[in-house]
């Protein structure tokens, strides 16, 4: 079936540093979707890229889709306390499949 | 936040005793979805529903049924609970009346464990 493949597992960065996700598939993708999920929280959905290439802008948040539409990034520009938390790439299983495939994510430590 | 509800938020039951989560929507989103989430795995599908009496199986199945009799109330059975069936089960649901494939938002979800 469908996988996503999400490196790093984990990071920690210094307050102020920048952050990067990376979501890669075997398979070219419809669209890819990015969650947050905060300690002890349940997943909260970021953003929906569709189009090859597109990069989308949240903040301090960059999304970006590539070309081949077979891998995707997350980037954030000055990381904050407020940034923890695990960030999951996830993309539906061909076209037509109401079945979302996530990647084991990558966990976010902020130190202040 | 989307109106998702699920109960019990936390449960302790032991090995071998049936087990019933609910999980209620009041936004008639037409997708249901039942994933389980455990360390170095991420989220998991259990099984999802596409409508009334209507569902399908997901990755990892085996060792849990569903039901959804109503529209609002999508139910995760665990016939006979395993200590491998310890973790955090999450519901979510979609609108994906359109056919578009849709932003899927989270309830809240169950800690069970299984002793």
């Known amino acids: 079936g469908q996988q996503v493949m999400q490196i790093p597992q984990y990071q920690h960065v210094q307050e102020g540093e920048d952050f990067t996700t990376y979501c890669n598939s075997s398979?070219?993708?419809?669209?890819i979707q990015w969650y947050k999920q905060r300690p002890g929280g349940h997943p909260v959905f970021l953003i929906q890229l569709v189009k090859s290439g597109e990069v989308k802008k949240q903040k301090r948040l960059t999304f970006q889709f590539g070309e081949a539409k077979k891998n995707s990034s997350l980037h954030i520009t000055a990381t904050q306390t407020t940034d923890v938390g695990t960030y999951f790439c996830a993309a539906y299983s061909g076209a037509g499949s109401y079945q979302l495939t996530f990647g084991k994510g990558t966990k976010l430590s902020v130190i202040p | 936040d989307a109106g998702i509800t699920q109960s019990p938020r936390h449960k302790v039951t032991e090995t071998g005793t049936p087990v019933t989560l609910r999980c209620h929507q009041t936004e008639n989103h037409r997708y249901m979805y039942w994933y389980r989430q455990d360390p170095g795995h991420g989220l998991r599908l259990i099984h999802y529903s596409y409508g009334v009496k209507d569902t399908d199986k997901g990755e990892v199945s085996d060792g849990y049924s569903v039901s959804r009799s109503k529209t609002e109330d999508f139910l995760l059975t665990l016939e006979s609970a395993t200590s491998s069936q310890t973790s955090v089960y999450f519901c979510a649901i979609s609108d994906a009346w359109t056919g578009r494939q849709e932003t899927q938002y989270f309830g809240p979800g169950t800690r069970l464990l299984v002793l």
């Open positions: 398979t070219t993708l419809s669209n």
